[in-house]
């Protein structure tokens, strides 16, 4: 089975400019979460979607972010402008039901 | 908002020692997990727990759910190298409505010298 799969997996920008992190969740599974990981604030729930309708987005930290699932196999999150303090690794995470997460290898964005 | 605190928050051992570490909450969770995350990669669920009190085991792992439902703990035993890495706890809490809203612990590193 493939699993949660995430691009790109390094991603390295200048400050200002549009990034789209991307998530194909496995197959099956009705629910997407997208989780950002910091050194200070461990792993944050940014925003989660149920059957591809955004259900939590209480932790998408500003209006640069932002979040779709325009099907049940495909979802980008967008920051637009980047800034410095966006630079972390960002998991996408999949479930079916009220099963555990499986988490995707993640995408390190670095903004300068 | 909830809070999960583990401890220690890193341990160096070595090769061959039981490891233990424990999770702590703020509030009553009706799930507990415990995921492992190897470096350049994402957590990968290692054990469930899905009644307080209940005790499982998956090869040298073994988690408990607390009797009070603000804890859980996760022991390895005759740890070996592979073993490195940062081991969360994390649970939805009871009012969420979804087993899947996770909150995620600090994290426990663990260093396994040979």
């Known amino acids: 089975d493939a699993g949660v799969i995430q691009s790109p997996r390094h991603e390295v920008t200048e400050m200002g400019q549009e990034v789209t992190l991307r998530c194909k969740p496995i197959?099956?599974?009705?629910?997407l979460f997208w989780y950002r990981q910091t050194m200070m604030r461990g792993l944050e729930l940014l925003i989660y979607?149920?059957?591809?309708?955004?259900?939590?987005d209480s932790g998408m930290p500003e209006d640069r972010f932002s979040a779709k699932m325009p099907n049940a196999s495909f979802s980008t999150l967008k920051i637009q402008p980047s800034e410095p303090r966006d630079s972390a690794v960002y998991f996408c995470?999949?479930?079916?039901?009220?099963?555990?997460?499986?988490f995707g290898n993640g995408t390190r964005l670095t903004v300068t | 908002g909830q809070q999960l605190n583990q401890s220690p928050q890193s341990m160096f051992i070595q090769e061959g020692e039981d490891v233990s570490m424990n999770c702590t909450s703020s509030?009553?969770?009706?799930?507990w997990l415990w995921y492992k995350q190897d470096p350049g990669e994402g957590p990968v669920l290692l054990i469930a727990?899905?009644?307080?009190?209940e005790l499982t085991s998956n090869g040298r792992l073994t988690a408990q759910f607390g009797t009070t439902r603000k804890d859980s703990f996760l022991n390895i035993s005759a740890s070996i190298p592979s073993d490195v890495g940062i081991y969360f706890c994390?649970?939805?809490?009871?009012?969420?409505?979804?087993?899947?809203?996770?909150?995620f612990g600090t994290g426990t590193r663990l260093q396994v010298t040979l």
């Open positions: 509030s009553i969770f009706n799930t």
């Open positions: 995470a999949s479930s079916r039901d009220y099963s555990p997460l499986h």
């Open positions: 727990l899905y009644k307080a009190g």
């Open positions: 979607f149920n059957n591809n309708v955004p259900i939590d």
């Open positions: 197959s099956g599974h009705n629910s």
């Open positions: 994390a649970g939805p809490s009871i009012n969420t409505g979804t087993a899947s809203k996770l909150t």
